[in-house]
């Protein structure tokens, strides 16, 4: 009989089942062959497999050594597979004593389990290898080294209806996350020998409780130290609120880069649907520090402008999350806007739009989620401020004109950052603070969530945005002179009025009023200008 042993194929974020087959020969020369379209990592795992054993006392077998990574026609990539072949190779020598399914002749004659007659299997063995999945690197001592993508596999083996997962001991607190599934946190490859053998009893990994874990997001900057700025604070409430995209405009020195990093203060705590989410993303980009078992806080993404386009959206030869991705139900914060290059912003035009972004690859296409918040920053010049007159004019036109109007019509919110003057400077700072704009934010929200559960109004569109915005007729009639004067597309048309929405609940009204439309219509800044 073939051993067989199941890990797990990562694709994106999602994982299906990777059956490894082990079939040795005896009869013919020493030779270790992979197959089933491995790439260069998998092929060395033979290397460090032999060694991993050899070191643990195990030795490799002698003749043709087979190991077929199944199904054959998707592409296997990484160190994962190092832990399942080692076992595979061992039950195919009888070290690891598989069990025989009922019916089978075995060892202990008339089937049942291999071992012997009258004794039970939960005496005599430990964990079935058909009833988990498993995966880990091997380092050459046979310790087991951390992998990505740890809780989709764990998500898989629950939609499988499988017993446990065997991840390395830096990954169980991530697997324990998905609760139904047992999780045991090995160390090294005599552990996983012994828990199969029943020689070592090891307690699974208690299960998280990630209701309890979760906790909100604490900025390292308190909007109450920020000195004047109160209408950006506004409009920043106004876009936490309906995790609205947002760009500030104003001279270097007034704030912008301050308020930003203060902004995940104001956010609502993630939920634990987002956060196992957001885990998941991080796992499956090998970006979740070791022992660390859930993404606790919305994560805030700061990428530098000399960032290329994969790294931005995602990509590579084997797609993998870009800075897109790792700000899911988070926040991408990209200061000094126009220089990041061209090609790299257009970029994120569709993922703006869809919340998700495609990477297609020959062999197939990923799907990555990309639901995030875009704040940007950006000074009028590129040396900071605005010269006067005609000339100054023109030098703020060619440097606002590095960024498309596509890509502008966007962002839902364009709000100016001035100077602060003198008096506010050398006062003390009386403003809004972060628990202030917070709890705004939060009755907004619920607000929201009693009209149309847990969609933001970012996102509202086509029947739904008819149906939430209930304009009194002055509003449209407000509505209809902005979108003759300032000549907005069917896009803008429609980030007023989400806008215009999410103003309303901040303010508590049912209904949107003109005063709720002129004010959407004023963070229209920079249509105009691009």
């Given at each position: 009989?073939?051993?067989?042993?199941?890990?797990?194929?990562?694709?994106?974020?999602?994982?299906?089942?990777?059956?490894?087959?082990?079939?040795?020969?005896?009869?013919?020369?020493?030779?270790?062959?992979?197959?089933?379209?491995?790439?260069?990592?998998?092929?060395?795992?033979?290397?460090?497999?032999?060694?991993?054993?050899?070191?643990?006392?195990?030795?490799?077998?002698?003749?043709?050594?087979?190991?077929?990574?199944?199904?054959?026609?998707?592409?296997?990539?990484?160190?994962?597979?190092?832990?399942?072949?080692?076992?595979?190779?061992?039950?195919?020598?009888?070290?690891?004593?598989?069990?025989?399914?009922?019916?089978?002749?075995?060892?202990?004659?008339?089937?049942?389990?291999?071992?012997?007659?009258?004794?039970?299997?939960?005496?005599?063995?430990?964990?079935?290898?058909?009833?988990?999945?498993?995966?880990?690197?091997?380092?050459?001592?046979?310790?087991?080294?951390?992998?990505?993508?740890?809780?989709?596999?764990?998500?898989?083996?629950?939609?499988?209806?499988?017993?446990?997962?065997?991840?390395?001991?830096?990954?169980?607190?991530?697997?324990?996350?998905?609760?139904?599934?047992?999780?045991?946190?090995?160390?090294?490859?005599?552990?996983?020998?012994?828990?199969?053998?029943?020689?070592?009893?090891?307690?699974?990994?208690?299960?998280?409780?990630?209701?309890?874990?979760?906790?909100?997001?604490?900025?390292?900057?308190?909007?109450?130290?920020?000195?004047?700025?109160?209408?950006?604070?506004?409009?920043?409430?106004?876009?936490?609120?309906?995790?609205?995209?947002?760009?500030?405009?104003?001279?270097?020195?007034?704030?912008?880069?301050?308020?930003?990093?203060?902004?995940?203060?104001?956010?609502?705590?993630?939920?634990?649907?987002?956060?196992?989410?957001?885990?998941?993303?991080?796992?499956?980009?090998?970006?979740?520090?070791?022992?660390?078992?859930?993404?606790?806080?919305?994560?805030?993404?700061?990428?530098?402008?000399?960032?290329?386009?994969?790294?931005?959206?995602?990509?590579?030869?084997?797609?993998?999350?870009?800075?897109?991705?790792?700000?899911?139900?988070?926040?991408?914060?990209?200061?000094?806007?126009?220089?990041?290059?061209?090609?790299?912003?257009?970029?994120?035009?569709?993922?703006?739009?869809?919340?998700?972004?495609?990477?297609?690859?020959?062999?197939?296409?990923?799907?990555?989620?990309?639901?995030?918040?875009?704040?940007?920053?950006?000074?009028?010049?590129?040396?900071?401020?605005?010269?006067?007159?005609?000339?100054?004019?023109?030098?703020?036109?060619?440097?606002?004109?590095?960024?498309?109007?596509?890509?502008?019509?966007?962002?839902?919110?364009?709000?100016?950052?001035?100077?602060?003057?003198?008096?506010?400077?050398?006062?003390?700072?009386?403003?809004?603070?972060t628990a202030q704009m917070a709890e705004q934010v939060l009755n907004a929200r619920r607000i929201?969530?009693?009209?149309?559960?847990?969609?933001?109004?970012?996102?509202?569109?086509?029947?739904?945005?008819?149906?939430?915005?209930?304009?009194?007729?002055?509003?449209?009639?407000l509505l209809e002179q902005a979108m003759t004067q300032l000549g907005l597309s069917a896009r803008?048309?429609?980030?007023?009025?989400?806008?215009?929405?999410?103003?309303?609940?901040?303010?508590?009204?049912?209904?949107?009023?003109?005063?709720?439309?002129?004010?959407?219509?004023?963070?229209?800044?920079?249509?105009?200008?691009?």
């Amino acid at each position: 009989m073939v051993p067989k042993v199941r890990s797990f194929i990562l694709s994106g974020i999602d994982a299906q089942v990777c059956e490894i087959e082990i079939d040795l020969d005896d009869t013919q020369l020493q030779k270790e062959t992979v197959v089933g379209l491995p790439d260069a990592a998998v092929r060395e795992s033979l290397e460090r497999v032999r060694s991993a054993m050899g070191n643990s006392g195990y030795p490799m077998p002698r003749g043709r050594t087979l190991i077929n990574l199944a199904p054959a026609h998707v592409r296997k990539e990484g160190p994962a597979y190092d832990l399942p072949i080692a076992v595979g190779v061992l039950i195919a020598q009888g070290v690891i004593q598989q069990r025989v399914p009922a019916g089978v002749g075995g060892v202990g004659g008339g089937g049942g389990w291999n071992g012997g007659v009258g004794e039970s299997s939960e005496e005599l063995f430990g964990l079935d290898p058909r009833s988990v999945l498993i995966a880990g690197e091997l380092a050459l001592d046979g310790r087991v080294r951390p992998i990505r993508g740890v809780i989709a596999m764990t998500s898989l083996a629950k939609s499988l209806g499988l017993d446990a997962v065997i991840v390395p001991d830096a990954n169980a607190p991530e697997a324990a996350v998905v609760d139904g599934v047992r999780v045991f946190g090995v160390s090294s490859l005599a552990q996983v020998v012994g828990l199969f053998n029943g020689g070592l009893e090891l307690e699974p990994t208690p299960a998280v409780d990630v209701a309890s874990m979760l906790e909100s997001s604490r900025a390292s900057v308190d909007f109450g130290e920020i000195k004047g700025q109160e209408s950006v604070k506004r409009a920043l409430v106004i876009a936490a609120a309906g995790q609205h995209n947002i760009v500030m405009l104003g001279p270097a020195g007034t704030g912008k880069t301050m308020m930003a990093k203060a902004l995940p203060g104001i956010l609502p705590p993630l939920t634990p649907e987002e956060a196992i989410e957001v885990t998941r993303i991080y796992s499956s980009a090998g970006e979740l520090e070791a022992g660390r078992g859930l993404i606790e806080s919305r994560p805030v993404r700061t990428p530098h402008h000399t960032a290329s386009s994969p790294a931005i959206v995602g990509g590579g030869i084997v797609p993998r999350a870009g800075e897109i991705s790792l700000a899911h139900h988070g926040v991408l914060f990209l200061d000094e806007l126009p220089e990041f290059p061209r090609r790299v912003l257009e970029t994120m035009r569709q993922p703006l739009e869809d919340r998700v972004v495609t990477i297609a690859r020959a062999h197939g296409s990923v799907k990555f989620p990309a639901s995030f918040m875009l704040v940007a920053a950006m000074n009028p010049t590129p040396r900071g401020d605005v010269a006067p007159g005609e000339v100054g004019q023109q030098e703020m036109d060619r440097y606002l004109s590095r960024i498309s109007g596509p890509l502008m019509d966007r962002i839902d919110l364009h709000v100016e950052a001035p100077a602060v003057p003198w008096k506010e400077l050398s006062g003390k700072a009386t403003g809004s603070t972060t628990a202030q704009m917070a709890e705004q934010v939060l009755n907004a929200r619920r607000i929201m969530h009693a009209r149309q559960g847990t969609t933001v109004n970012a996102v509202l569109r086509g029947k739904e945005l008819d149906e939430m915005m209930a304009l009194s007729d002055s509003a449209k009639v407000l509505l209809e002179q902005a979108m003759t004067q300032l000549g907005l597309s069917a896009r803008g048309y429609d980030k007023v009025r989400r806008v215009a929405r999410t103003i309303a609940d901040v303010s508590g009204s049912n209904q949107v009023l003109p005063e709720h439309i002129g004010e959407a219509v004023q963070y229209r800044l920079l249509d105009r200008r691009v």
